[in-house]
């Protein structure tokens, strides 16, 4: 048994007050001082009271109880006889850390069977989605900034402006819409770098791009009803699909993007079409400018809307920037989604929608009665970030780092990965896409086998619907120059012993 000295351990000790989870019964055959002390040995021995833990004065847990502090003490008393806790007058009594010789707690009188709990149907759709997970912060895990380039010091000091002595009025917060000034200024940036026509009534903060898809859908979607989907495309989308129990219809994506015309044919009564024109994902391709124009006039015509993801074409190397499919449109069916998470960092969990002026009031009444309002913790500093200018530099600054990097990717691949894979052009994004040049060799075996080395690749396949076309996802854009030479020839090896 360790000492009863609390003040001399050397990890710190949580000291929690309250009430316990405690409940006892004044009309029970069993006194209460035995129901106290039956409780706190089992909370004790079962780690729901785990060790270290400071139990509340006897003076505020008899209180808390109803019961006189004698009852209290009593059951203290014996629990310390005993060894369950620890301490000395005026240091606090604790949970004490248990040994071999500390009596055990009876066994149950049966052994129970792990219930199997039904879930619903449509939660049971959704669990089956396969959808790819990566591991952040190794080479080529998808989906990853360079972190190590965020200006966190002035991030820092933005937030710390606003809440190292919060105004009133922030703490109490409630607009389901969002900060207002992060909304004005969402609503500028967009309006000046993504040609779209936003103001900031027509901007909702989410949490996240996912947040932002699943609240469109549950606005605009009966259940049953026909959504047209890249294929491949967003694992993400299909698992709010499922949720609202409404019915993903593939389309495939060509070298324009979603195919407008096979849509059509497959489900011209489609309520919905999701779609990432500005860097398709996974495949990287960019909407043309005709297949644009042609999918808006369907949506005219259909009475149908389109839900614009567009989650990372702040980064694009190669021509102009198209406009914004929402910029393009001129009858109010596009409902566009950001986010800042592939911008700045993953963890930050802020998105946004902008829907037409129209659908604004139901959307936000919908927001209103999910969760109320999105955390404002982060928002005013973002505003500061944005309208400060920051948030474009740091655009600038990432761009340019990560057309070095594509370049030092692409110029690994030709020299470690000839005949084993080749790199599709890279046109916008964070990943590129490799197509796999031996015949016969999956990219869920290149995927295991890359794992066992250290690296994280993705296959194309989790993403396709219809039919699972074979490559490789590569997220370049957190991996260092050095880091990326030295992973692809590793890879190299790692192809070519499989070939063999």
């Known amino acids: 048994m360790r000492s009863a000295n609390p003040t001399k351990l050397k990890e710190p000790i949580a000291e929690v007050g309250g009430l316990l989870a405690v409940g006892l ?80 707690a009876a066994p149950p009188a049966a052994t129970v069977t792990p219930a199997r709990h039904r879930m619903s149907r449509r939660a049971a759709a959704v669990a089956a989605i396969d959808r790819p997970t990566t591991r952040p912060r190794k080479p080529f895990g998808i989906g990853i900034p360079d972190l190590d380039g965020f200006p966190f010091e002035v991030w820092s000091r933005l937030m710390a402006k606003h809440w190292r002595h919060p ?88 070298a324009e993007g979603l195919s407008v015309e096979a849509g059509k044919r497959l489900a ?5 079409a999701f779609v990432s024109p500005s860097h398709q994902f996974p495949l990287g391709v960019t909407m043309s400018l005709g297949r644009r124009l042609e999918l808006i006039d369907w949506a005219a015509q259909a009475d149908a809307f389109i839900l614009e993801d567009d989650y990372d074409s702040e980064y694009r190397y190669e021509g102009r920037p198209l406009a914004a499919l929402q910029g393009l449109d001129g009858g109010g069916r596009v409902i566009y989604v950001g ?22 009031d139901p959307f936000l009444r919908v927001r209103a009665a999910i969760d109320d309002h999105p955390s404002i913790i982060a928002q005013p500093a973002l505003a500061d970030f944005i309208d400060g200018g920051q948030f474009a530099a740091h655009i600038r600054r990432s761009r340019k780092r990560y057309a070095t990097r594509k370049g030092v990717l692409e110029a690994a691949f030709a020299r470690h990965l000839p005949g084993m894979l080749a790199l599709r052009p890279i046109q916008a994004g964070l990943h590129a896409v490799a197509d796999i040049l031996i015949p016969g060799l999956s990219d869920t075996a290149i995927v295991e086998a890359a794992l066992a080395r250290g690296i994280v690749l993705t296959p194309l396949s989790s993403y396709g619907i219809t039919r699972r076309a074979q490559g490789i996802l590569l997220g370049f854009a957190g991996v260092d120059e050095k880091a990326i030479m030295r992973t692809v020839k590793l890879l190299a090896e790692v192809i070519a012993g499989m070939r063999r």
Not at 268 to 272: F, G, M, V, Y
Not at 340 to 347: E, G, I, N, R
């Open 167 to 254: 105004q009133p009025d922030l703490m109490t917060a409630r607009d389901p819409a969002g900060y207002l000034p992060l909304r004005r200024a969402i609503a500028a940036y967009l309006n000046a770098f993504r040609a779209t026509r936003t103001t900031p009534d027509q901007v909702i903060v989410t949490a996240g791009a996912q947040a932002g898809l699943d609240l469109a859908v549950r606005v605009m979607l009966e259940p049953g009803e026909p959504v047209w989907i890249e294929d491949p495309g967003y694992a993400g989308f299909r698992a709010v699909l499922a949720a609202a129990d409404a019915t993903a219809v593939p389309v495939p994506v060509d």
């Open 268 to 272: 011209p009564e489609a309520r919905l």
């Open 339 to 360: 986010s800042f998470s592939k911008v700045m960092f993953p963890a930050l969990r802020i998105g946004y929608l902008v829907v037409p002026a129209d659908l604004v």
């Open 25 to 104: 019964d004044p009309a029970a055959a069993e006194p209460l001082q035995r129901q106290l002390y039956n409780q706190l040995r089992d909370a004790v021995l079962s780690g729901r009271l785990p060790a270290r833990f400071r139990l509340p004065p006897t003076r505020v847990l008899a209180a808390d109880l109803g019961v006189s502090r004698n009852t209290v003490l009593a059951a203290i008393e014996q629990l310390t006889a005993e060894g369950y806790i620890e301490g000395r007058v005026g240091a606090g009594t604790y949970v004490a850390t248990l040994s071999g010789d500390v009596p055990a």
